[in-house]
């Protein structure tokens, strides 16, 4: 059977179990489906964030994420991939990311899961713009998201 991989960048939400439905539908291969789902938190450092805006740069961004699932699934034994990132007014509790893997065993999932996550919080083409009460201001790149991303690099 061939892999089955999705990316997605929409504005609408995602239901994470139709998500998990789809990606294995079908297969008796997959032992393990790993997800992680990032939400909009409401609060940053003490600070209230009343609404997240993330923007990208449509054709680039898919592309970017569709090489790294490549690299996930060149170096897993994966049986799938879903990675759905949404994008627009994001307000806090409301869904922002989704990745999902599959895999006939656990640790395969786990890490390709966690490799793609650390690449969409370090490498990613996206801009996130936070408003609070004191207005908007865009969220500058932080190093421990970087350094995450850079350990799968390291021989």
Known sequence: MTANV?????????DIAQEISALTEG????????????????????????????????GMAEAEIARHADTAMSRWPLTGVSIIHRVGRITPG???????????HRQAAFAAAEFLMDYLKANAP??????????????EARHHDD???ARWTKP
């Open 6 to 14: 999705t990316i997605r960048i929409q504005q609408a939400d995602f």
């Open 27 to 58: 297969r008796t291969d997959v032992g393990a489906v790993v997800s992680f789902s990032g939400i909009c938190r409401g609060s940053e450092g003490g600070e209230t964030i009343a609404a997240l805006t993330l923007e990208h740069y449509p």
């Open 94 to 104: 409301e869904n922002i990311v989704l990745v999902l893997t599959a895999s006939q």
């Open 126 to 139: 996206f801009w996130k713009r936070e408003e609070n009460a004191g207005g908007t201001s865009w969220v």
């Open 147 to 149: 350094d995450a991303a």
